[in-house]
């Protein structure tokens, strides 16, 4: 199983985004107090309990609880802030990004499985 980091630091968001020059990151961004988020926080989490391969870092922040971090990350990447929300970032920059109900355990296979591009 792959690891989740939650991120509650903007220290924490710069080490993670300065990691991407190695590997990539996907970062969720999460909502505790949405229904929709809470579905795509368990089609996430089902994913990435599932991910054998290493090939990419995972990261959660918690958009209420983490405010400052979840701002910080739509301002440096230059991505519009949704909830819920994945943000693939490599090399310090937004990749592709989505939000809601595309969150799922298929759409994340088709966009980072084994055979699939990441850039």
């Given at each position: 199983?792959?690891?989740?980091?939650?991120?509650?630091?903007?220290e924490q968001?710069?080490?993670?985004?300065?990691?991407?020059?190695?590997?990539?990151?996907?970062?969720?961004?999460?909502?505790?107090?949405?229904?929709v988020?809470?579905?795509?926080?368990?089609?996430?989490?089902?994913y990435i309990?599932?991910?054998q391969t290493?090939?990419?870092?995972?990261a959660?922040?918690?958009?209420?609880?983490?405010?400052?971090?979840?701002?910080?990350i739509?301002?440096?990447?230059?991505?519009?802030?949704?909830?819920?929300?994945?943000?693939?970032?490599?090399d310090?920059?937004a990749?592709?990004?989505?939000?809601?109900?595309?969150?799922?355990?298929?759409?994340?296979?088709?966009?980072?499985?084994?055979s699939?591009?990441?850039?």
């Open positions: 199983m792959a690891a989740l980091q939650q991120l509650t630091s903007l968001w710069k080490e993670a985004l300065d990691r991407t020059s190695n590997k990539p990151l996907l970062v969720f961004k999460h909502s505790t107090s949405c229904s988020s809470a579905g795509a926080h368990e089609e996430a989490t089902h309990q599932d991910d290493g090939d990419v870092d995972y959660i922040v918690h958009v209420i609880e983490d405010r400052p971090v979840s701002n910080e739509a301002e440096r990447l230059g991505v519009k802030h949704a909830s819920p929300q994945i943000i693939l970032v490599k310090g920059e990749v592709w990004d989505t939000s809601h109900w595309r969150i799922t355990y298929d759409f994340l296979s088709e966009k980072l499985g084994p699939a591009s990441h850039s």
